[in-house]
């Protein structure tokens, strides 16, 4: 089991995590604290040994979101089928900086390689889904960290992430402490 905690540098929240991988699954359980006046955001994300989703549930303090997937762009709410949903693999918890992860390890990566996306985007802490396209571009290695160009609708910016595919950090949002 791994620990792992971020900063969010736009709120000042913190996330603790814990990262667990056997040889057939990834577990990561994770608790976002937030300010003194809103209660924490919990999510527990079950995915196989490729980094493909297969459940997650998301607590804001208030409901609770559970999404299930085969891992090949269909997705289960509550039982139903989130046909609007349909095609994204992986997906984007506003929250954390882990769903970075996913994708980065889902793929082998030679530099200079793109790969464009569609993601279910889970807005937090309203719990809302949409589809969203996304971009990463593996763009090097240097002291043990991989930086990737990730865009997003008008949004870009360079994650960098160490040797197992975590955010270190994403420059004005999270930073790994």
């Given at each position: 089991?791994?620990?792992?905690?971020?900063?969010?540098?736009?709120?000042?929240?913190?996330?603790?995590?814990?990262?667990?991988?056997?040889?057939?699954?990834?577990?990561?359980?994770?608790t976002?604290?937030?300010?003194?006046?809103?209660?924490?955001?919990?999510?527990?994300?079950?995915?196989?040994?490729?980094?493909?989703?297969?459940?997650?549930?998301?607590?804001?303090?208030?409901?609770?979101?559970?999404?299930?997937?085969?891992?090949?762009?269909?997705?289960l709410?509550?039982?139903?089928?989130?046909?609007?949903?349909?095609?994204?693999?992986?997906?984007?918890?506003?929250?954390?900086?882990?769903?970075?992860?996913?994708?980065?390890?889902?793929?082998?990566?030679?530099?200079?390689?793109?790969?464009?996306?569609?993601?279910?985007?889970?807005?937090?802490?309203?719990?809302?889904?949409?589809?969203?396209e996304?971009?990463?571009?593996?763009?090097?290695?240097?002291?043990?960290?991989?930086?990737?160009?990730?865009?997003?609708?008008?949004?870009?910016?360079?994650?960098?992430?160490?040797?197992?595919?975590?955010?270190?950090e994403?420059?004005?949002?999270?930073?790994?402490?």
């Amino acid at each position: 089991m791994k620990k792992i905690i971020w900063k969010n540098l736009e709120t000042k929240c913190r996330e603790e995590a814990y990262l667990t991988q056997t040889d057939t699954a990834i577990r990561f359980k994770s608790t976002v604290y937030g300010s003194e006046d809103s209660s924490p955001i919990t999510y527990d994300l079950q995915l196989d040994r490729h980094w493909e989703t297969k459940r997650v549930e998301i607590n804001n303090g208030e409901k609770t979101l559970t999404l299930s997937s085969n891992g090949r762009g269909s997705w289960l709410k509550d039982g139903e089928s989130l046909e609007d949903m349909k095609g994204a693999v992986d997906i984007d918890i506003s929250a954390t900086p882990f769903s970075n992860s996913l994708p980065i390890n889902r793929f082998f990566w030679e530099a200079g390689q793109k790969r464009k996306l569609e993601v279910l985007y889970i807005e937090m802490p309203a719990l809302t889904c949409e589809k969203v396209e996304q971009m990463y571009t593996f763009t090097g290695e240097q002291g043990g960290k991989r930086s990737f160009l990730y865009q997003c609708r008008d949004y870009e910016t360079t994650i960098f992430v160490d040797q197992d595919g975590l955010v270190v950090e994403y420059p004005e949002a999270f930073k790994r402490i």
